[in-house]
């Protein structure tokens, strides 16, 4: 990636040939020729009315057959935007406060917190934790040409909203005002979570810490095999014990040399009440749609935050006014679905037209997260959602058919905790009655507790399944 500039230009004054720099700037090529996705980074979640109007003024003016999609890191796209109107779009981004510099590509991406961060009474406000180890990565002279993509996030109490074990690096805070440090998970066609990093950290800490990874990931990272390429694969091929032992003397040099900041940790003193909490199905919002929960919540003088599972958050002080169209999308399934098809280049199978056809069949009340996700690249999460898909083909009967391997019992990324196979190969048409079984075998227990039940009814889930499918679980090879 020599040929690309470290800091491309933002925004740029026509669209980059390059397709490195294109990343890097948070554009990726659509499925249907001649078009793009891009991507806008979102720090930390969070958006005032206004920066959410101005995008849904963009997606109107720009892309005005596609909406608004919301992503599993707190960011938007916008699908369908012409290589000509690259330029523009970017700018007017720019003009609402936001950036697309490093939103895809191999680089620092988006730094997500719990979307209630800093508005919860008596809990720490990691805001000027998660700025700090940005700004902090994004001085490295090499952010922009790593060996892959780096993800960080940080929790504000110990719920572990931020989903920390399947990230490269997640903060937790603790109640004794430290932080726990969990590292090198990802997901992917191989998923694994994190390990505990260190127990108990200050934070002035956390920024140094920040610092030694990505120069630790920047060292040892693998640039010729993109699919090992993470840092937790540098982890899986040294070990455990020797990665801590590698990481801890960089921790330490960046103590004894580093000069950086010690971010404020304050505590809440006046929260802001939850006025809504939308759930979009496909993690779509229509841009005239958006415009009115702009207007909503600017005139309840409330933010918008993002959160992690294709869902909205208003807090607000006065109460939120919302149409019917808003207000039912209030509850609802927890269903998570990448654009495989529909827009991805490298989908395989259908997940959005799984999430339309399962919403009509799921178990009214039955609290469960579901991840779709088009490829075997895990982009829903579903190798750690209670029940997840990803996408495949497989040669059935002599023809290329679009398939899902089915996983349940995942732990969000909450916990260490990955999904369960319950079946290699399930053709697309057959999957939403494979989904649904292992719903209703759950849903007498409804105990909330559904890695638990996946663990301990594994044998009679898979046959359960089987029952469902014309593929026996053992049938072509995984």
């Given amino acids: 990636m020599s040929s690309t500039p470290e800091e491309p230009k933002f925004p740029p004054e026509e669209r980059p040939e390059d397709p490195e720099e294109r990343n890097l700037l948070g554009i990726y090529d659509q499925r249907q020729e001649g078009l793009h996705m891009q991507r806008i980074k979102v720090h930390r979640g969070q958006l005032s009315p206004a920066q959410f109007k101005a995008l849904a003024e963009l997606a109107r003016e720009h892309t005005p057959d596609y909406p608004l999609h919301v992503t599993t890191r707190q960011d938007i796209q916008l699908h369908g935007v012409k290589p000509g109107a690259v330029p523009s779009v970017q700018a007017a981004i720019k003009d609402a406060g936001l950036t697309t510099v490093g939103a895809c590509g191999d680089s620092l991406r988006n730094v997500t917190t719990c979307p209630e ?3 919860q009474g008596g809990l720490p406000d990691v805001s000027q934790m998660a700025d700090a180890m940005r700004q902090a990565g994004e001085s490295l002279p090499f952010i922009r040409n790593m060996p892959r993509k780096f993800k960080m996030s940080v929790s504000c109490c110990t719920d572990f909203c931020a989903k920390p074990w399947i990230n490269d690096l997640g903060l937790v805070a603790r109640n004794d005002g430290t932080f726990r440090a969990i590292g090198a998970g990802s997901l992917g066609r191989r998923p694994a979570t994190g390990i505990e990093l260190y127990e108990s950290i200050e934070p002035s800490e956390v ?10 990931f920047n060292a040892e990272g693998n640039r010729e095999k993109r699919y090992s390429a993470r840092w937790r694969h540098v982890r899986e091929r040294m070990g455990n014990h020797s990665f801590r032992e590698r990481l801890d003397e960089e921790f330490k040099r960046e103590l004894r040399e580093g000069d950086w900041p010690a971010p404020d940790v304050p505590a809440v003193s006046n929260g802001l009440p939850l006025q809504a909490h939308l759930r979009l199905p496909l993690g779509d919002l229509e841009a005239d749609t958006a415009l009115e929960l702009a207007r909503s919540a600017q005139e309840a003088g409330g933010t918008i935050r993002l959160g992690f599972e294709h869902d909205v958050f208003v807090f607000a002080e006065e109460e939120l006014h919302l149409g019917s169209n808003l207000r039912s999308l209030e509850g609802g399934p927890r269903i998570v679905a990448c654009p495989g098809t529909t827009w991805c280049s490298r989908g395989l199978a259908d997940s959005r037209r799984v999430e339309r056809e399962l919403r009509e069949d799921w178990p009214e009340g039955l609290d469960l997260s579901l991840g779709f996700s ?9 190798g750690v959602a209670d029940i997840g898909v990803t996408g495949r083909i497989k040669e059935l009967d002599g023809a290329r058919t679009r398939c899902f391997r089915l996983w349940a019992g995942g732990g969000k990324g909450k916990t260490a905790e990955l999904g369960r196979q319950l079946h290699a190969v399930v053709p697309q048409d057959e ?8 719903a209703q075998k759950y849903a007498p227990a409804g105990d909330g507790r559904f890695p638990r039940f996946v663990r301990q009814n594994e ?7 089987e029952d469902e499918v014309s593929i026996p679980a053992n049938g072509p090879a995984g």
């Fill in 207 to 216: 920024v140094p810490l920040t610092v030694a990874a990505l120069k630790f």
């Fill in 374 to 382: 088009g490829c075997p690249n895990n982009c829903a999460h579903a």
């Fill in 459 to 465: 044998d009679g889930l898979i046959v359960a399944v």
């Fill in 117 to 119: 961060n800093g508005l």
């Fill in 431 to 438: 999957i939403v009655g494979a989904i649904v079984r292992v």
